[in-house]
Nanobody
Framework: QVQLVESGGGLVQAGGSLRLSCVFS?????MGWFRQAPGKEREFVAG????????LYADSVKGRFTISGDNAKNTLYLQMNSLKPEDTAVYYC?????????????????WGQGTQVTVSP
């Protein structure tokens, strides 16, 4: 059983930066960050595969967000720069039992509880 705990959310002004962390226990093969704003569906943000280190980003965050991880420390990160008000959402860490990161929430097997990110204008 994999457990995930996110941290690092908060309130930041537009143009600012935040780094989210996700500490996980258990074996994972690929992980991702998703977000969900009020009244909207959960959407993919970024993903990483531990074997080979492949990464995948949503178009809306390319060039601003960076996903990385330290498997030895069992920690996944999401560095978020140049934040915009439309980035406001609850951000979730997720893990899957297969090696390829994909942008589909249903393909992930484990989820954290989420951390709130609020970007003010």
């Amino acid at each position: 059983q994999v457990q995930l705990v996110e941290s690092g959310g908060g309130l930041v002004q537009a143009g600012g930066s935040l780094r989210l962390s996700c500490v996980f226990s258990g074996r994972t093969y690929a992980m991702g960050w998703f977000r969900q704003a009020p009244g909207k569906e959960r959407e993919f943000v970024a993903g990483i595969g531990w074997i080979g280190g492949s990464t995948l980003y949503a178009d809306s965050v390319k060039g601003r967000f960076t996903i990385s991880g330290d498997n030895a420390k069992n920690t996944l990160y999401l560095q978020m720069n140049s934040l915009k008000p439309e980035d406001t959402a609850v951000y979730y860490c997720a893990a899957k039992n297969t090696i390829v990161p994909v942008p589909i929430p249903a393909r992930y097997d484990y989820w954290g509880q989420g951390t709130q990110v609020t970007v003010s204008p």
